[in-house]
């Protein structure tokens, strides 16, 4: 009974491709983000969603697209990699406050 | 597992410091972390401490980390209303995954 659950766990793939990464969660909460963490492991927040709404985009390329096809999904896909995209990224869910984070996914851009 | 508690909430007088406390049970923690969430955004880093430091200052703000007791706290001095938000202490844990608190709502009063 996972509250937020992202697939795949790990990603590796080829500079150029495109792909997605899911974001579930099962708490009934209105809000969702992602975020990206550097090598420092310092978290960058990429967007929000508040019910199926995007809230922030804090000037992220436009190569990111998140899309939300209902409350409790919100996906993140990513066009034409780079090197630099390289990160662990995690998606979040919120409810009055408390920010519930799911495992993350690492991808490896080469 | 890892674990990182922190008292729920905190409320202090314009002008006062404020001073929010943390602890944490990974003891190879490499960096340990305050991330603040104002009302409706996503949470914004801090402020962070190397785990071999005692103490780092910026500004308004002391980060104090006892490493042998597994304490970590953040002093906010002349507290603001602006400074009115929910912290996060983080650490980082041997997986590199970050393990948030529950945070702390720091309500300021008049």
């Known amino acids: 009974d996972t509250a937020v659950s992202q697939t795949p766990k790990y990603l590796v793939t080829q500079m150029g491709n495109d792909k997605s990464i899911k974001c579930e969660q099962n708490?009934?909460?209105?809000?969702m983000y992602w975020y990206k963490q550097d090598s420092k492991k310092f978290l960058k927040i990429m967007f929000s969603?508040?019910?199926?709404?995007?809230?922030i985009n804090e000037t992220v390329p436009n190569r990111f697209s998140p899309k939300s096809p209902d409350k409790a999904h919100l996906n993140l896909h990513i066009n034409s990699l780079e090197l630099g995209d390289s990160a662990v990224y995690f998606c979040?869910?919120?409810?009055?406050?408390?920010?519930?984070f799911g495992p993350g996914t690492r991808l490896t851009v080469l | 597992g890892e674990d990182v508690e922190q008292s729920l909430f905190l409320s202090v007088r314009e002008g006062d410091s404020s001073v929010i406390n943390c602890t944490y049970t990974d003891s190879s923690s490499t960096y340990l972390y305050w991330y603040k969430q104002e009302p409706g955004a996503g949470l914004q880093l801090l402020t962070y401490?190397?785990?071999?430091?005692d103490m780092k200052q910026d500004q308004r703000l002391t980060v104090l980390l006892n490493k042998k007791d597994k304490h970590l706290s953040l002093r906010i001095a002349d507290t603001q209303t602006g400074d009115s938000a929910i912290y996060f202490c983080?650490?980082?844990?041997?997986?590199?995954?970050?393990?948030f608190g529950k945070g702390t709502r720091l309500h300021i009063l008049p």
């Open positions: 983080a650490e980082s844990d041997r997986d590199d995954k970050i393990i």
């Open positions: 979040a869910s919120s409810l009055m406050g408390e920010q519930f």
């Open positions: 401490i190397f785990s071999n430091m």
């Open positions: 708490l009934g909460h209105d809000t």
């Open positions: 969603y508040n019910n199926k709404e995007l809230i």
